[in-house]
């Protein structure tokens, strides 16, 4: 009895050190990933705004909207990756040798690994099927009210603003008290043929999202285009120039902000795909977590990384195939009762080949035997 006491205290404390390490190598691993999507997410912003497509303000609460759907995606990856580059180091440093000598088999690193993984599927399938689509609502909501501002500051009163890479000057003298009305504009643009001055008596912004540029509507003005033989002179009443082509935004699929009780309640290919596709971060985390241990099994001179290399490649094939499931869905191309599990069904079975093949049951040893 003292022995097996031994033994389970023994257990213990290895599992809490597991679970340390992982812990602390996800948690690091998830805050380098995320810095890397949101400096590019966040140049992106930058460039709209300077572009007049977004209000300044708004653009650090858009960084934290997208932060929560960027971490949906690297929670899963950097879970394999913390688990492999964790058991790597205990086998590159003949430390799993000794754990297995004091009576630790590879197949009890299970234990900890789950008491890691089916937390942290709980907390991903809360936020797939209900924080993301929320998340993405609100984004929705701020990038139309930073839109509606970024028209309003665009051209302040007083002050000279290049467009196009300095094709369009633009000066407004004063704004309504509204801010939605512009007065005494002056605009100096370049053409093939010279320079071009308008002048208007009034005009206002117009953004078309369809063509993703912005117009001036000019009104009560003038303009006077250079020739050969000095300026010709056009009076008009209202005048639409096109002053810009904004910066083009990812856009979202309408559909994955549905709340999933409306996904339940759908039989449309795409909502269903969609349905899919949110259940299959929990659970892709769960087979990660079962498949990491078995490609991280090495030999104490075999390479730390080189495991690591061939288990980013499995999850890419892995996230690269459900990606494309959920498009042959949407397409109808495949059955709405195959769905998307055929997929996770070829990730389940090679974790029990690999399973079977590293750690062979007593009867799996005896058929083997038993084979002429």
Same mark, same amino acid.
């Given at each position: 009895?003292?022995?097996?006491?031994?033994?389970?205290?023994?257990?213990?404390?290895?599992?809490?050190?597991? +679970?340390?390490?992982?812990?602390?190598?996800?948690?690091?691993?998830?805050?380098? +990933?995320?810095?890397?999507?949101?400096?590019?997410?966040?140049?992106?912003?930058?460039?709209?705004?300077?572009?007049?497509? &977004?209000?300044?303000?708004?653009?650090?609460?858009?960084?934290?909207?997208?932060?929560?759907?960027?971490?949906?995606?690297?929670?899963?990856?950097?879970?394999?990756?913390?688990?492999?580059?964790?058991?790597?180091?205990?086998?590159?440093?003949?430390?799993?040798?000794? !754990?297995?000598?004091?009576?630790?088999? *590879?197949?009890?690193?299970?234990?900890?690994?789950?008491?890691?993984?089916? *937390?942290? @599927?709980?907390?991903?399938?809360?936020?797939?099927?209900?924080?993301?689509?929320?998340?993405?609502?609100?984004?929705?909501?701020?990038?139309?009210?930073?839109?509606?501002? @970024?028209?309003?500051?665009?051209?302040? *009163?007083?002050?000279?603003?290049?467009?196009?890479?300095?094709?369009?000057?633009?000066?407004?003298? @004063?704004?309504?008290?509204?801010?939605?009305?512009?007065?005494?504009?002056?605009?100096?643009?370049?053409?093939?043929?010279?320079?071009?001055?308008?002048?208007?008596?009034?005009?206002?912004?117009?953004?078309?999202?369809?063509?993703?540029?912005?117009?001036?509507?000019?009104?009560?003005?003038?303009?006077?285009?250079?020739?050969?033989?000095?300026?010709?002179?056009?009076?008009?009443?209202?005048?639409?120039?096109?002053?810009?082509?904004?910066?083009?935004?990812?856009?979202?699929?309408?559909?994955?902000?549905? *709340?999933?009780?409306?996904? &339940?309640?759908?039989?449309?290919?795409?909502?269903?795909?969609?349905?899919?596709?949110?259940?299959?971060?929990?659970?892709?985390?769960?087979?990660?977590?079962?498949?990491?241990?078995?490609?991280?099994?090495?030999?104490?001179?075999?390479?730390?990384?080189?495991?690591?290399?061939?288990?980013?490649?499995?999850?890419?094939?892995?996230?690269?195939?459900?990606?494309?499931?959920?498009?042959?869905?949407?397409?109808?191309? !495949?059955?709405?009762?195959?769905?998307?599990?055929?997929?996770?069904?070829?990730?389940?079975? !090679?974790?029990?080949?690999?399973? +079977?093949?590293?750690?062979?049951?007593?009867? !799996?040893?005896?058929?083997?035997?038993?084979?002429?």
């Amino acid at each position: 009895m003292t022995r097996i006491r031994d033994r389970l205290g023994l257990f213990s404390i290895i599992d809490r050190y597991l +679970l340390r390490e992982i812990l602390l190598a996800g948690l690091a691993i998830v805050v380098v +990933l995320l810095a890397m999507v949101i400096s590019y997410r966040l140049a992106r912003y930058l460039n709209q705004a300077a572009s007049g497509l &977004l209000a300044q303000d708004a653009i650090w609460l858009l960084l934290g909207l997208q932060a929560v759907r960027f971490l949906v995606i690297l929670i899963p990856l950097a879970a394999l990756l913390a688990i492999m580059l964790t058991l790597g180091r205990l086998y590159r440093d003949s430390e799993m040798a000794a !754990l297995k000598a004091c009576g630790l088999q *590879p197949r009890h690193v299970y234990r900890p690994l789950l008491l890691f993984a089916v *937390p942290l @599927a709980g907390l991903l399938a809360w936020m797939t099927l209900d924080l993301v689509p929320r998340a993405i609502n609100l984004h929705e909501q701020v990038i139309d009210q930073a839109r509606e501002k @970024a028209e309003l500051t665009l051209l302040a *009163p007083g002050q000279f603003r290049v467009l196009m890479q300095g094709e369009h000057v633009v000066y407004v003298g @004063a704004l309504s008290e509204d801010n939605l009305e512009l007065r005494d504009v002056f605009v100096r643009s370049l053409t093939a043929e010279g320079q071009v001055i308008t002048t208007a008596r009034s005009g206002r912004q117009r953004i078309d999202t369809q063509e993703n540029s912005r117009y001036l509507i000019l009104e009560d003005g003038f303009r006077y285009e250079q020739n050969s033989a000095g300026y010709n002179t056009l009076q008009f009443g209202t005048l639409t120039l096109r002053l810009e082509e904004l910066a083009r935004d990812l856009e979202i699929r309408r559909h994955e902000a549905r *709340p999933t009780r409306e996904l &339940l309640a759908s039989e449309e290919p795409a909502l269903r795909a969609e349905l899919q596709q949110r259940l299959s971060a929990p659970i892709a985390l769960v087979l990660l977590t079962l498949l990491a241990p078995l490609l991280a099994h090495s030999n104490p001179r075999e390479g730390r990384y080189g495991r690591v290399v061939l288990a980013l490649l499995v999850y890419g094939l892995y996230i690269n195939m459900l990606s494309v499931g959920q498009n042959w869905l949407e397409r109808e191309r !495949l059955p709405l009762a195959l769905g998307l599990w055929w997929i996770h069904a070829l990730m389940a079975g !090679l974790v029990l080949t690999l399973m +079977l093949q590293q750690h062979p049951p007593p009867w !799996l040893l005896k058929l083997t035997r038993c084979r002429p």
